[in-house]
């Protein structure tokens, strides 16, 4: 499965990115004549492109399929993502232009764009004096051309002296040359970012504002070669054989790439400003191997760290616009140097389909004033009791900064800032110094090494305020709901079945008629409250494909994939549970669960999209992870890196911690796993199906007996009559921890492996290592390894009062807490799963 998943995702994001290649019409040797022209169309019939004599490059119109437009542009003709290195810059919303639009060769002119109505869009500004263009030629260099007649090797106008936001080999940029990123991937506008080689010598990477783009009007740099007086540099070359580099006034050069590169005979090159702001280079092999179908890699970017504003020594009092990430925007460094961002904790997107742009608080921020009369009733944004802070770990904002306390801790820096009505968030760090920022936030930045943590300034949310009566009976609910997840064995069913029946009888009977527009209706409310999305079953079969494509199975049902309509075009790939354990008489409790874990936000759990509870048809609605279990991630070979599996541990050990202590209604998950533990695009740890346990309670007990336990996860007092408690999550932890240090399954019948017993033996007997086999990075880092293995021995001690609590396991884990050596874990007697 894992396999077609990716597959489908590939092929998704091809159709996602992939552009329509028009077709190519002959055109000798490149070289094009005055008065050829080339029209955008969707039907390909009337398209065509010009194509440089090797085939390697082609000049025309390229449908841009999210945007709903067309671009002009050069692109590599012959790879198979056909990628554009050059697009006339048009003055559209878009960047694009419409279906209809053509451009023609003129003399007088050169190129000139015009839309389907024939009004000027786009031309190539010729210099004056230079007489009249005769042809315009598509160069195997990647370079359009256009001369004259008498002077063929003089170009009065080419791509590579009007360059957008790539570069060649054998292009350069002169002094005050530049070049200026996309808005986004699919849109062509100008965008934030410029690299420029200045007067002073120095290329240097600027941000702009994003409105005006006034090209004069820089924010501020966040690279620079350093190549000023007093031997500045005059050129940015990126030559023949693939290196970039400042030529200087000595001729002497300063080279940007890290080692050589690969041989341009058998690649390509090029280097880009991304939309994000990052300058890299890359290369391509030009024919496709069998196996190597690699696509674009990198050879070097910078700046190092695109999420980091570095505040060199004169711009620290500029504090304007922002690096990757928009304004309240968490910028995260991902694969190949490449920032990527994510709201805060109740923000959301303001344009939900840039996700590089602001976030805009889903709540009433706090204000001032007015002063509160005594004959007004509190209004939610002057009341201090109303807000909260959320905690965002790992997360600094280096900027806005309006009171500085030295030697506080998190108490009184929280104390600070929620009585202080100008206090938007309070970065804390382990230096106990507590820094109270305004809005809006800029620069934010994660890291998995960040000592620092943001704690920001939220409204409660509604079942949060005491005057709601709702919390605290939920206990007694959630050991009957664990008992209903594992049922494996007949005693355990038969106490908290009667249990059950008891507890069931206090409640008032659920209104049986009730038709299915009420229900609509109350399911519209709790979304709008929470800002899910309320789906129809139809919204959803067509979304699914009639439920073709399954991502799996679990206690609770059967997963498939979906894919939503965004805006326009654009789709989004969700995970679909069709609920089939569900009575159909209780649809507000339903409601109101669902209500429950959409609450819950944490960067370690799986986020909830929507629901549909239509009649019988019961859904939930998840974002989708693109990686797969970490069942899978961990039983592969290659084994994961040992750094990824500790960071993936800690992951995990957050996300338990914040369901059992963090969040509104405290939620023992009951059925952690690896098979529960989904991984996202970046290898980091997602935790499914918590509290479902809740949602499955609603459900009549005649089905109890279908529903399978995990065994090897099961905590002791499973099988006998102890209270559950939060403590089974940290059993089942324990076990998985092993598996994450070991990367072996907790019971291997083909090996005969129990796994935390074989661990156990190899603590007491002092042979680690066996454990972690031919695993050399682990081997490198015994300590840790010993740590952990020592803390998973705590977490599985078959006495739930010798296990430590969640919040006791992530500061071991993060070397906060010291770890004593365990005991014996079952030191009374051996506990058969059978
Ligand atoms: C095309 O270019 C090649 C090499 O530059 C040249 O030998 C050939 O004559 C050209 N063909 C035409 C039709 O111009
Ligand atoms: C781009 O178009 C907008 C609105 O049509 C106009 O106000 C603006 O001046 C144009 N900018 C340029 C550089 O032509
Ligand atoms: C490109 O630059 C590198 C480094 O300056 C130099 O070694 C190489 O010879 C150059 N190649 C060409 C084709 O000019
Ligand atoms: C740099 O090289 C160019 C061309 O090779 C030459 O004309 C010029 O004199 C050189 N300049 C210096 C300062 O060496
Ligand atoms: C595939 O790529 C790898 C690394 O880039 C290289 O070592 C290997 O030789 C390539 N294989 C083929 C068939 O090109
Ligand atoms: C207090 O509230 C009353 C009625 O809403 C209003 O007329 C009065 O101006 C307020 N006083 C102050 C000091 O805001």
Not at 28 to 37: C, T
């Amino acid at each position: 499965m894992g396999v077609l998943t990716s597959l489908l995702i590939h092929l998704f994001l091809l159709l996602q990115l992939q552009t329509l290649v028009v077709l190519s019409q002959n055109i000798v040797n490149g070289s094009v004549p005055v008065r050829e022209s080339l029209t955008a169309s969707e039907s390909q019939q009337f398209s065509s492109s010009w194509r440089s004599p090797s085939g390697d490059f082609a000049f025309g119109f390229r449908k841009i399929k999210q945007n709903d437009g067309f671009t002009l542009s050069i692109w590599f003709d012959k790879i198979p993502d056909k990628t554009i290195l050059w697009h006339a810059q048009v003055n559209t919303s878009t960047g694009l232009v419409p279906d209809g639009s053509k451009v023609t060769l003129t003399a007088a002119g050169g190129l000139i764009l015009t839309d389907h109505r024939g009004h000027q869009l786009w031309d190539s500004s010729l210099s004056l004096s230079s007489g009249s263009v005769s042809r315009g030629r598509m160069t195997d260099s990647g370079n359009f051309v256009l001369s004259s007649e008498d002077s063929p090797d003089e170009y009065l106008w080419s791509s590579f002296e009007n360059p957008t936001d790539t570069l060649l080999p054998s292009q350069s940029i002169e002094v005050r040359g530049d070049l200026s990123s996309r808005r986004t991937e699919t849109n062509f506008k100008k965008g934030r970012f410029m690299l420029r080689l200045g007067d002073d010598g120095d290329v240097q990477l600027f941000t702009l504002n994003s409105e005006t783009l006034e090209q004069s009007d820089t924010y501020f740099s966040y690279y620079a070669s350093n190549t000023k007086d007093p031997n500045p540099g005059i050129q940015l070359v990126f030559n023949q054989s693939g290196y970039m580099y400042v030529l200087r006034r000595d001729n002497s050069t300063f080279v940007l790439n890290k080692g050589d590169p690969v041989s341009s005979r058998d690649f390509y090159h090029r280097a880009v400003l991304h939309f994000d702001g990052v300058f890299a280079q890359y290369y391509h092999p030009k024919r496709q191997g069998n196996d190597n179908n690699s696509g674009w890699v990198l050879a070097w970017a910078v700046p190092e760290n695109m999420c980091e504003k570095t505040f060199g020594p004169n711009l620290d009092a500029n504090e304007l616009g922002n690096m990757a990430c928009g304004f309240n925007n968490i910028c995260i460094l991902g694969h190949n140097q490449r920032p990527r961002c994510e709201c805060p904790e109740r923000f959301v997107l303001q344009d939900p389909s840039d996700v590089y742009g602001d976030c805009l608080p889903d709540f009433e921020m706090q204000t001032c004033g007015p002063v509160n009369n005594q004959t007004d009733v509190a209004t939610a944004n002057t009341d201090v009791n109303l807000y909260e802070l959320v905690t965002l770990e790992g997360t600094n904002w280096p900027s806005g900064d309006y009171k500085r306390y030295r030697n506080y801790d998190e108490e009184k820096c929280k104390d600070a800032c929620i009585k202080d009505c100008f206090c938007a968030a309070v970065v804390f760090g382990l230096d106990r110094v507590c820094w109270k920022k305004k809005f809006p936030l800029s620069y934010g930045h994660r890291s998995k090494t960040g000592d620092s943590y943001t704690l920001v300034k939220v409204l409660k949310r509604a079942a949060d305020v005491p005057v709601n009566g709702k919390r605290g009976k939920n206990h007694e609910w959630l050991i009957i709901a664990c008992s209903v997840l594992l049922g494996a064995s007949a005693f355990v069913n038969f106490i908290f079945l009667a249990l059950y029946r008891k507890k069931s009888k206090s409640k008032k009977k659920p209104n049986q008629a009730r038709d299915i527009g009420a229900a609509t209706a109350t399911a519209n409310a709790t979304a709008l409250e929470l800002n899910l999305r309320v789906f129809t079953y139809r919204e959803l079969a067509e979304a699914t494909r009639d439920f073709t494509e399954e991502l799996g199975r679990g206690a609770f049902g059967i997963v498939y994939k979906g894919f939503l309509k965004v805006s326009g075009d654009s789709e989004v790939v969700v995970a679909v549970k069709k609920l089939d354990r569900l009575a159909q008489e209780n649809e507000k409790e339903f409601n109101n669960e669902v209500k429950v874990i959409g609450q819950i936000h944490h960067k370690n759990l799986v986020k909830l999209v929507g629901f549909c509870n239509e009649g019988q048809s019961r859904m939930i609605v998840y974002e989708f992870l693109p990686n797969g279990t970490l069942a899978d991630y961990l039983f592969r070979r290659p084994r994961p890196s040992w750094e990824d599996r500790r960071r993936i541990a800690v992951g995990i050990a957050r996300g338990i911690l914040y369901l059992h202590e963090e969040c509104s209604e405290k939620i023992i998950h009951c059925d952690i796993k690896p098979q529960n533990i989904l991984l996202d695009e970046y290898d980091s740890p997602r935790i499914a199906d918590f509290g479902l346990a809740k949602l499955l309670m609603m459900n009549q007990t005649h089905t109890l007996t279908n529903i399978r336990g995990t065994k090897g996860y099961l905590a002791t007092e499973w099988f006998r009559n102890s209270p559950i408690t939060s403590k089974v999550d940290v059993y089942s932890y324990g076990v998985m921890l092993l598996e994450t240090v070991c990367c072996k399954k907790a019971v291997d019948l083909k090996e005969n492996v129990i796994l935390i017993d074989w661990a156990y033996d190899c603590f007491r007997e002092n042979r680690l290592d066996d454990l972690i086999e031919d695993d050399l990075e682990a081997i490198d880092d015994m300590e840790t390894v010993e740590r952990y293995v020592k803390i998973a021995i705590w977490c599985i001690q078959e006495e739930p009062g010798m296990r430590p609590n969640m919040r006791n396991v992530t500061q071991m884990l993060e070397g906060v807490a010291q770890v004593h050596d365990p005991p014996n874990p079952s030191p009374y007697s051996i506990i058969s799963c059978d």
